[in-house]
């Protein structure tokens, strides 16, 4: 059976200024690999509804492997606005299909098969879903790449389900703002919010290297917006800049970086060649509408 790529978490649309996206952190990560020619597979629940059913044929039409079953609740969405630099603010509806992913035999098939897995903090906002979501990384290879890309949302995370999901990763994907969160959280640093990055470089470092250590991760990628981004390892940094482009929106961009990041990493290339990379398609990301786009070919290698 061929190795697959999973995002595994929230499916839902994001309901921009200028219409409804399809969105979710996983479901995004797993198109963008897909787009690398790997096996990517989005995995979350639906609704019986138009809006599930909208989703299922996006993915059919971009040939993205999906296990999507269909439950009682409605399927997600999130209402998006954008401040003036494009970053956007979320409110995510409650009691949603991708609360209330079952765990089926088709699902844990494909973890026996993962190569790489990428989850969250959000879809584990309930017992439902997160009792899946561990269930599912239990039963992967200890081979898998586990990429916990934590994406705080809201009020919608707690130190025990950080840690908890920290426990099962070799990867941890954070950006700027979250760290400050759990460098509080779960090391107990005292931090200034949104000047961790840039008034105390070497702090940062001491942060991510604790985590490294404590959870016992493989890697640590540290996303700090427009000014740059570090994946940190046991023994090694490396730091690429962010390049300056003219931002329609950033929904996705992180996502996006995941996803080519892992990607590259899975196709043989360096953890620098990985990065350089990931930096380049989030920037292109940042000039489209949405989460999705096509990645142009010569932004790939």
């Known amino acids: ?42 995995i979350s629940a639906i609704g019986d509804d138009e809006l599930g059913e909208e989703i299922v044929e996006t993915f059919e039409k971009v040939n993205l492997n999906h296990i999507l079953p269909v439950v009682e609740q409605p399927t997600g969405t999130v209402q998006v606005t954008l401040d003036e630099k494009g970053v956007p603010q979320y409110e995510i509806c409650l009691g949603v299909a991708w609360d209330n992913i079952p765990l089926t035999d088709k699902m844990l098939e494909v973890a026996k098969n993962a190569e790489a897995i990428c989850y969250g903090s959000l879809a584990q906002r309930s017992e439902i879903s997160r009792k899946t979501i561990h ?15 934590i994406n705080l949302r809201q009020h919608w995370y707690s130190a025990d389900v950080i840690a908890e999901s920290l426990h099962r990763a070799n990867v941890l994907k954070i950006n700027d703002e979250e760290l400050d969160v759990v460098a509080t959280m779960l090391l107990g640093v005292s931090t200034t919010p949104d000047k961790l990055i840039a008034e105390d470089e070497e702090k940062t470092r ?26 940190f390892t046991a023994d090694d940094e490396s ?20 996803a ?4 590259q990493t899975l196709l043989g290339k360096s953890i620098r060649e ?7 398609v989030s920037a292109f990301v940042c000039t489209q509408n949405g989460a999705m786009p096509v990645i142009p070919e010569n932004l790939k290698h």
């Open 1 to 42: 059976m061929s190795k697959y790529v999973v995002g595994l978490g929230e499916a839902l649309f994001d309901c921009l200024p200028e219409g409804r996206k399809l969105g979710g952190a996983p479901a995004n990560f797993a198109y963008h690999v897909s787009q690398f020619g790997l096996n990517g597979c989005a």
């Open 135 to 149: 269930a599912f990384l239990d039963a992967a290879p200890a081979s898998a790449l586990r990429v916990f890309d």
């Open 206 to 231: 001491q942060i991510c290297r604790d985590l490294i250590v404590k959870y016992d991760l493989r890697m640590l990628i540290l996303t700090c917006g427009a000014i740059g981004s570090y994946v």
């Open 239 to 258: 730091y690429v800049a962010t390049p300056k482009v003219k931002v329609a929106d950033t929904v996705g961009a992180g996502d996006s970086f995941t």
């Open 260 to 263: 080519t990041f892992v990607a």
């Open 274 to 280: 990985a990065h350089e990379c990931a930096v380049r």
